[in-house]
Structure formats: C-alpha cells, structure tokens
C-alpha cells in the first residue's frame, strides 16, 4: 500500500514515515524544508529513510495546488497522514496570515486530492491547542473547541471542520487525532525539551512559566504518538476524532526538577507569566482511542526523557 505522509520530514512526521516503512510500506514524503527551524535537521530526520527502497521524498508546499496534484497523479497514494503545518501557538500571533495559508488553504488543496483521486482514508494531524482554556478535565473529544486561543489552533480548529465537511461530501474515512505535548527524539528546537536542555547544556536560563507552579503538560513520547497515528490509518473509520496523549499530566517544576536528573546539569530559571496563548494544563481522556484504536501508550515520562537525551548528546552536542 502507498502512503503520503506531508510534513514527512518533521518530528512526527519522520517517525510516522520510519514505522511504515519499517512494516514494508510505499510511503511518498512531502516537506518544503522550510526555516521555521534549520532545515539541516530535517534532514537528518530522514537519514534512514532515504536509503530505504520504498521511499519517495517529494520537496514541495502543500499550497502549492499544482505540486500537489502531481504528486496524487504520479504515485496514487491510498491512505494520507496530513501532518504538514506551521507549528506553534505563541509564533502565530506575529504572522496569523501565513498559518491561514498553510494550515487551512494547504488542507483543502490536500482534501480536494483525496476527493478526486480516491484515496481510501485520510488521518488529519490536530493538537490538544483547540481545547483552549477549559476548566473541564480530562479532555474528551466531544467537549467544546469553539474558544482557541492562538490564530494556531483556530487553524487547526479549522481544519477539523473541514475534514468533516469533505468526508460527509464525499466519504472519505476520515480520522482527527489531537496531539498531546508530543516529545522525543528529532524534537524541534522551538519545542520545550529542546529548548530547556539546550539552555542548561550552555549555562544559561531559560524562561519557566508561572515558575512551574500549577502548570502541567500531558506529555506524550513520539512512539506512542506515531502508534496511535498508525492504527487510526489502519482502521479506516467513517470520521472520528481522537485525543493522543499520555493521561499522566506533569507538574512543570516536576518535569525540569527530571530533566536535570537526567542531564546531570542544573537548570537556571526565569520565571514569567503564563501567556494569553497558553492554557494551564493539558490533560488527554484517551478512552475513545483505547476503545476504537487500541491506542495504549507504553513510554513514562522518566524513560522518554532519558531517550530525547541520549539522542541529544549523539545528534546535537556532535554537531555542535
């Protein structure tokens, strides 16, 4: 089977693209490389999959319509993991206007290809963002998203819409999985994990919202992200969103105190206030997914750290 994966160069994308071809896959990655981060580490991202026979790297932007339309002609995918996007809640306020473009205009330019070129199931890449600051926990699939906090997440709230709206048009199975404080090897430097253990490599702080205190991210390894990816493109269902996160939110002063015991460095804290971007606390109810999926995350917190810091001081501090 032929699958398209966009955004197939990125952090969760990379992984995604590893385990399907892993399992004997055709798989087609879309990636613009563009300078949101060094695109030099999206190549390395790649670095395997590029030497395996079943794999196609296509450098395009999903906005470009007429690109898009070449690659659903020459390769005929049959299932597409749609992870491209700009990422980022607080980077969006500065340029809301680009994530409109890539992360709506660039999902109904994919959502029209798999209309017209009969692709068999689409799994559509959202974030725990579009919950807002909700007081409601844990968070299930059927609570309100209508309150985002970032033009980010009312794009990604957007494109959920969307999905529903081409999959009741046209039947395409379609699955919305939101992502829950995706960590791991390959982590964008922009996101937490990175940005913390770099600062305390280098001796220097780094800015800790609230100081830590009653801020919690449901934190989710890569592996367990991908697995649920994995089996949402198998299962084929009509439409269904689901939550992927670990359900064990951790306290943030929690997660650095970890960090440093798994660094063996000591972190430098500035403390600010929570942004208007940023809710509290992420905090997945995964029962849908376990029930429909099987979806079981396998990684603690305590062990995927020490794995994102073994590919760190291999990955990063060796090219340093």
């Given at each position: 089977?032929?699958?398209?994966?966009?955004g197939g160069?990125?952090?969760?994308?990379?992984?995604?693209?590893?385990?399907?071809?892993?399992?004997?896959?055709?798989?087609?990655?879309?990636?613009?490389?563009?300078?949101?981060?060094?695109?030099?580490?999206?190549?390395?991202?790649?670095?395997?999959?590029?030497?395996?026979?079943?794999?196609?790297?296509?450098?395009?932007?999903?906005?470009?319509?007429?690109?898009?339309?070449?690659?659903?002609?020459?390769?005929?995918?049959?299932?597409?993991?749609?992870?491209?996007?700009?990422?980022?809640?607080?980077?969006?306020?500065?340029?809301?206007?680009?994530?409109?473009a890539v992360?709506?205009?660039?999902?109904?330019?994919?959502?029209?290809?798999?209309?017209?070129?009969?692709?068999?199931?689409?799994?559509?890449?959202?974030?725990?963002?579009?919950?807002?600051?909700?007081?409601?926990?844990?968070?299930?699939?059927?609570?309100?998203?209508?309150?985002?906090?970032?033009?980010?997440?009312?794009?990604?709230?957007?494109?959920?819409?969307?999905?529903?709206?081409?999959?009741?048009?046209?039947?395409?199975?379609?699955?919305?999985?939101?992502?829950?404080?995706?960590?791991?090897?390959?982590?964008?430097?922009?996101?937490?994990?990175?940005?913390?253990?770099?600062?305390?490599?280098?001796?220097?702080?780094?800015?800790?919202?609230?100081?830590?205190?009653?801020?919690?991210?449901?934190?989710?390894?890569?592996?367990?992200?991908?697995?649920?990816?994995?089996?949402?493109?198998?299962?084929?269902?009509?439409?269904?969103?689901?939550?992927?996160?670990?359900?064990?939110?951790?306290?943030?002063?929690?997660?650095?105190?970890?960090?440093?015991?798994?660094?063996?460095?000591?972190?430098?804290?500035?403390?600010?206030?929570?942004?208007?971007?940023?809710?509290?606390?992420?905090?997945?109810?995964?029962?849908?997914?376990?029930?429909?999926?099987?979806?079981?995350?396998?990684?603690?917190v305590e062990?995927?750290?020490?794995?994102?810091?073994?590919?760190?001081?291999?990955?990063?501090?060796?090219?340093?």
């Amino acid at each position: 089977m032929t699958y398209l994966v966009t955004g197939g160069a990125g952090f969760i994308g990379s992984h995604l693209v590893d385990t399907l071809l892993a399992r004997g896959e055709q798989v087609v990655c879309i990636d613009n490389f563009n300078t949101y981060y060094p695109p030099y580490r999206k190549r390395r991202n790649i670095a395997w999959a590029t030497e395996q026979p079943g794999y196609t790297l296509v450098e395009a932007d999903i906005r470009d319509a007429a690109a898009m339309e070449q690659v659903f002609a020459t390769y005929r995918p049959q299932r597409v993991a749609h992870l491209a996007a700009m990422a980022g809640p607080r980077p969006s306020i500065a340029q809301p206007a680009l994530y409109e473009a890539v992360n709506v205009a660039g999902t109904v330019t994919l959502l029209e290809l798999t209309h017209r070129y009969n692709v068999q199931g689409i799994v559509f890449a959202s974030t725990s963002s579009v919950y807002g600051r909700t007081t409601k926990l844990p968070f299930v699939e059927t609570d309100s998203t209508d309150w985002p906090l970032s033009p980010y997440a009312a794009t990604k709230k957007a494109g959920e819409v969307l999905a529903y709206t081409f999959h009741q048009l046209y039947g395409i199975p379609t699955s919305v999985v939101r992502f829950f404080t995706v960590y791991g090897p390959r982590g964008r430097p922009d996101m937490t994990p990175f940005l913390f253990v770099d600062r305390m490599v280098r001796g220097e702080p780094f800015i800790l919202f609230n100081g830590g205190e009653e801020l919690y991210r449901d934190y989710t390894y890569v592996d367990d992200i991908v697995a649920g990816v994995v089996a949402a493109l198998d299962a084929g269902l009509p439409y269904e969103i689901f939550n992927l996160g670990n359900s064990q939110p951790v306290l943030m002063q929690h997660f650095v105190e970890l960090l440093g015991q798994v660094t063996g460095y000591a972190p430098l804290i500035e403390t600010r206030p929570l942004p208007a971007t940023d809710p509290p606390i992420t905090y997945a109810d995964t029962g849908k997914a376990q029930q429909l999926l099987g979806y079981a995350p396998q990684t603690r917190v305590e062990d995927g750290l020490a794995r994102f810091w073994e590919w760190y001081r291999v990955d990063v501090l060796n090219m340093a």
